[in-house]
């Protein structure tokens, strides 16, 4: 089946430093992924739309020169949180649609935590 | 997308059938009903999806009401590793990014 694959699945930093999240779709092509953030015992929100070869579009509140998106490919998408601060902190996980399936399939998650 | 409501959460003893209801009296005629469940510290996996028709896979059943505005999903064998948070969604379907609300949070007693 399909598969969306997250990495790093965990990472410590300190504070002001950025940290970059790869997703990739393994065994299928996406010109769309999906990027979520979820705080504890909260649920997942939309943060942003990353689109292969053009700009991101971004949920209202959610600042686009603090997480930045480049989708280079067709089976890549990245996320970068820059200069972190502890508030930063959560869980990352994207999306990519199966095509022809009106299916989205979820990476495992990234759980950053900010120092 | 349309509003769901779902119980915050439900208690099933393993090997029964869990039914877990969810409200979308605002769905609109394209829209779809989706199930995911998250569990714990993973992303979420999709379970089942439907239109119109009852839907059945083999992870779970989806009942949608006759006028659309409710829907059971049905999991026949609750076991252990169903314990998750089960979230129901409407969405027009295609490359849309879903919008999850608080779900409701299965826990299956042994």
């Known amino acids: 089946g399909a598969v969306v694959s997250q990495h790093p699945s965990w990472v410590i930093c300190k504070s002001g430093t950025s940290v970059k999240i790869e997703c990739r779709s393994l065994?299928?092509?996406?010109?769309?992924m999906f990027w979520y953030r979820q705080f504890p015992k909260q649920s997942l929100m939309l943060m942003a739309t990353?689109?292969?070869?053009?700009?991101?579009?971004?949920e209202q509140g959610v600042e686009k020169d603090k997480f930045l998106i480049n989708h280079a490919s067709l089976t890549l998408s990245t996320l970068t949180v820059t200069s972190a601060h502890p508030e930063d902190s959560s869980f990352y996980i994207c999306?990519?649609?199966?095509?022809?399936?009106?299916?989205?399939?979820f990476g495992a998650g990234s759980r950053l935590t900010v120092l | 997308d349309a509003k769901t409501t779902q119980p915050p959460s439900m208690d099933c003893a393993e090997g029964r059938a869990a039914n877990l209801p969810c409200n979308h009296s605002?769905?609109?005629?394209?829209?779809?009903v989706y199930w995911y469940r998250q569990i714990h510290s993973q992303g979420p996996q999709y379970i089942i999806h439907?239109?119109?028709n009852n839907e059945t896979n083999e992870m779970a059943s989806l009942i949608i009401t006759e006028d659309r505005k409710s829907s059971t999903l049905i999991l026949p064998h609750a076991t252990l590793r169903d314990t998750a948070v089960y979230y129901c969604?409407?969405?027009?379907?295609?490359?849309?990014?879903?919008?999850f609300g608080k779900g409701t949070h299965l826990i299956i007693q042994p």
């Open positions: 065994d299928f092509q996406a010109t769309t």
């Open positions: 969604i409407v969405n027009g379907g295609g490359a849309d990014g879903l919008t």
């Open positions: 990353s689109n292969e070869g053009s700009k991101a579009t971004y």
């Open positions: 999306s990519a649609p199966l095509l022809g399936a009106n299916v989205l399939t």
């Open positions: 439907g239109l119109k």
């Open positions: 605002t769905i609109s005629g394209n829209e779809y």
